[in-house]
């Protein structure tokens, strides 16, 4: 046995990758921000349309963005 060895530790984190473009990315990061969901979720933010979250927050997120996207829904009524 190697005792000039160093043990070495490594932090996995369990995510998803996250694709989207910059205005919902800024959403996402600002319900990061505010803890609106309970909690941080964001672990990385990666580039200008990927983010790496927890995996755990997923239903509370789509949620959360299904919601946005029925207010910004507007019925088309018939003539």
Not at 8 to 23: F, Q, S
Request: hydrophobic share 40%; with cysteine.
């Amino acid at each position: 046995m190697n005792q000039n060895r160093q043990d070495t530790m490594v932090n996995v984190d369990k995510g998803i990758l996250v694709e989207c473009d910059p205005a919902m990315k800024q959403f996402l990061l600002q319900l990061d921000d505010t803890k609106a969901l309970g909690r941080k979720f964001v672990i990385k933010d990666l580039d200008d349309t990927h983010l790496f979250i927890s995996a755990d927050i997923l239903e509370t997120l789509q949620d959360q963005v299904d919601g946005l996207m029925d207010k910004l829904s507007f019925p088309l009524a018939e003539k």
